[in-house]
């Protein structure tokens, strides 16, 4: 690969410098094409194949135990050979005197030569041939003698810890019976527990090797490898741990709380991290807790390791103090072993503090690791110690799915690394450490590493109802099963109006007042969470409004109203207005007027006693007549029967009684006699009336006889002149 990118360096440079010379008139992209092409064929070894690489030359032993040597010999080597392409390879011997022998390994890297194919005592050459589509290649030959590449087995290791130093031994493997060779020399190699590379090892021990001035509380780690005369250097032994000196625990706790997912809460539970073994000393026993109350009085708790009696569940990392701290004012625990204990570590429970919006701390989450920033340099001030951010996954019972680190004031940024579960809620917080050991809450934040849709509100109902608005009222989706941070709530009235509600603070109850509605109205109203997955599932309910006193008043009157209007119109459509009139005087008056005394019938008379008008014009119709003259008829006050007979014969001239008894207006009707008469006929000298319903109706005939019959005085008297016309005694009056 190097020699690949040194020869690209030079043929890219090669080409840049003689590129504005030689081939100036080629676009950029021509050239840039080129110099991709170049690098295509350097890096990709699937580009131009060919003949597998040479594997390396093979490393032959033959393994041994501590009862025996295995009758065959392994042998391993490097392939050099880029994955992509399949290759095959198979391992070659051949000895003096013999013919080249081999077996095929496949794609493996490594094989073995069975007793059966070599000499115990004699030379021994093996290498390696690989091949694929497009040829092969061969390694180098190895040669060794067989008596030379046995493989003792790791020695034993035990130790000796003394005041200042640790001494390890080991056996010696030469000696076995299967063996009987002599040890020649053993290499040493040691750590901390702590550390995780091996460093360089020490070589020329025999049986026996001291570490002086050990670390104190620190725990060490050995290995040991040894070479028979003719023979090959062993594997490594097993890693041999060597406690350090245990003394008195070092350092104190970290000590923290955990509240649920309410982290100002007083009910919280205390945790604490396990010392290390190089704060430990040795082992723990057990721990020592002290709770201190408002009361001012104490309790000290002891908890052992080994009968903890449900008080106290330790894991891997951390312990849990099973008792709540709740009503306790402060709390201080420590670790001791069988040579002392740490110094408390004191912690003050949470102050109340205002909670902030949720978005003020930023948070970067995936399944495996947290990053959690803020941005609070305004509250700093004299007596801040440190910050602690911690996270809860929402759900889990105390001291489960929890962690926290503390960072310096002048941080602002936490990590975390883990494993968190996808749709999962996490809760993360920041508190305020000071010099005092009092906890303030600052912030919280919602976490997910994978968000999806929310479920529906566990509860959702009407609070309150009134006539124009109603109280919404719903509990909010609990942390646990969120499955996405929650923007807000949307609050929709059937199908009309959308409200967007703010989701913060996250654990109390809500409630939306809808407004402007319709009273004595059915409604149906829903809800639904939203989160950056999108909306979740609906919860609905449906509510009426009340009525109250002054509208269901102005109501009921209207509806009297309209019931006044509508149906003396729905009784005339459905009886006729023929038989609606002939109704009327039922209900009004009894006094029917006269036709005789109207100048519009004796002119309809006129046109339809003239056949030759009516054959060619056929029936006239006046729409709307005008009456614009008054007509009087004079009565008498002591006039006779039968000089009201002669007025009414007469028929054609009508005299206003004045007060000197002079006439004001004369008028004739050619054909007022003949009518008057023939009328008069008709009706058995009833004044015509009879003949007048019988122009206008049928049935209103019947009605009019019974009201002229009632009386002998409105026998020679119109129902027109009485209901319509002055007396001749209120004209007199008047005059």
């Known amino acids: 690969m190097t020699a690949c990118c040194d020869e690209m360096e030079q043929c890219s440079g090669t080409r840049g410098q003689r590129g504005p010379n030689v081939m100036g008139t080629l676009k950029k992209r021509w050239l840039l094409s080129i110099f991709l092409i170049d690098l295509f064929s350097c890096f990709s070894p699937l580009a131009f194949p060919g003949p597998p690489a ?50 095929s390994t496949g794609t493996n890297s490594s094989g073995f030569i069975h007793r059966e194919h070599f000499f115990n005592h004699g030379e021994l050459r093996v290498w390696v041939e690989a091949k694929n589509q497009y040829g092969s290649s061969k390694s180098n030959k190895s040669e060794f003698k067989t008596t030379e590449i046995i493989k003792p087995p790791p020695p034993n290791v035990t130790s000796h810890h003394h005041e200042s130093s640790i001494e390890i031994n080991w056996n010696s493997v030469c000696d076995y019976p299967h063996l009987q060779l002599s040890l020649e020399h053993c290499a ?36 040991v490898c040894c070479a028979c005369m003719e023979s090959l250097m062993s594997s490594w032994s097993a890693i041999h741990r060597v406690q350090g000196t245990e003394r008195t625990p070092v350092g104190e706790l970290d000590a923290w709380r955990d509240c649920g997912t309410f982290p100002a809460s007083s009910d919280c539970h205390l945790i604490w991290k ?17 709770l201190s109350y408002n009361n001012s009085t104490t309790v000290l708790v002891n908890v052992s390791t080994a009968e903890p009696r449900g008080q106290l569940a330790c894991k891997e990392m951390q312990c849990h103090f099973n008792s709540s701290l709740k009503d306790a004012s402060s709390v201080s625990v420590s670790a001791y072993n069988a040579r002392g204990a740490t110094v408390p570590s004191h912690l003050a429970l949470a102050l109340p503090g205002e909670e902030k919006n ?63 579960k996808n749709y999962t809620t996490y809760q993360v917080s920041l508190f305020a450490v000071s010099y005092h050991n009092e906890v303030r809450h600052l912030l919280s934040a919602i976490g997910y590493s994978l968000q999806t849709t929310p479920p529906s509100v566990p509860s959702f109902q ?39 509600v ?79 009139w002939s109704l009327v005087p039922l209900c009004y008056s009894d006094k029917v007027p006269d036709p005789r005394n109207s100048h519009i019938f004796r002119e309809m ?76 006929h008709r009706t058995n000298h009833k004044c015509g009336t009879e003949a007048y319903s019988k122009i206008v109706d049928s049935d209103e005939e019947r009605d009019t006889e019974d009201h002229l019959s009632s009386s002998e005085e409105e026998q020679c008297t119109s129902g027109y002149e009485k209901h319509f016309m002055p007396t001749v005694s209120e004209i007199l009056e008047v005059s």
Not at 75 to 87: G, K, L, N, S, V
Not at 470 to 492: A, E, S
Not at 616 to 632: A, D, F, N, Q, R
């Open 462 to 500: 009407v609070f309150s109802i009134a006539d124009t608005h109603v109280t919404l009222l719903w509990d909010p989706i609990p942390l646990f099963k969120q499955r996405g941070v929650i923007l807000y709530y949307q609050i929709g009235l059937d199908t009309h109006k959308v409200y967007n």
């Open 274 to 290: 396990r010392l290390p073994k190089s704060q430990a000393c040795g082992h723990i026993l057990g721990y020592e807790v002290r």
């Open 605 to 680: 008379k006129l046109q339809i006693s003239d056949s030759t008008m009516t054959w060619i014009c056929g029936h006239v119709y006046e729409p709307h007549p005008k009456m614009s003259l008054l007509e009087i008829v004079e009565i008498q006050p002591l006039a006779s029967k039968s000089s009201l007979e002669k007025i009414s014969e007469a028929d054609g001239i009508t005299w206003p009684a004045l007060g000197d008894g002079s006439s004001q207006m004369d008028f004739q009707d050619d054909q007022s006699e003949d009518a008057g008469t023939e009328v008069c």
């Open 358 to 420: 949720e978005q003020a701390l930023f948070l970067e989450m995936n399944k495996e690791n947290l990053t959690v920033s803020w941005d609070l340099q305004s509250q700093l001030s004299d007596t801040l110690k440190e910050y602690v951010v911690q996270y809860k996954q929402a759900g889990c019972d105390p001291g489960q799915a929890f962690d926290w680190v503390k960072v310096t004031k002048n941080q602002t940024t936490a990590f975390f690394k883990g494993q968190f």
């Open 502 to 580: 703010s989701a913060f603070p996250q654990h109390e109850n809500k409630t939306f007042q809808l407004k402007s509605l319709t009273p004595g109205q059915e409604y149906e109203v829903w809800i639904k969470a939203v989160t950056e997955a999108g909306p979740g599932e609906i919860a609905t309910a449906r509510f009426k409004t009340t009525l109250n006193e002054s509208f269901a008043y102005f109501r009921l009157v209207g509806i009297m109203f309209l019931l006044l209007i509508c149906v003396p119109c729905l009784f005339c459509v459905y009886f006729g207005r023929n038989k609606l």
């Open 54 to 103: 040479h594997p390396s030359p093979p490393d032959c032993y033959i393994p041994c135990d501590d009862k025996t040597c295995l009758a065959r010999i392994y042998c391993t080597w490097d392939t050099r050979q880029e994955p992509q392409i399949h290759t095959y390879y198979s391992l070659h011997w051949e000895q003096a005197n013999r013919q080249e022998a081999n077996v």
């Open 188 to 223: 040493v190699r040691h750590r901390t527990e702590a550390d995780q590379a091996w460093p360089e090892a020490e070589d020329g021990f025999h049986g026996t090797y001291t570490l002086d001035d050990p670390l104190p509380c620190t725990d060490y780690e050995f290995q």
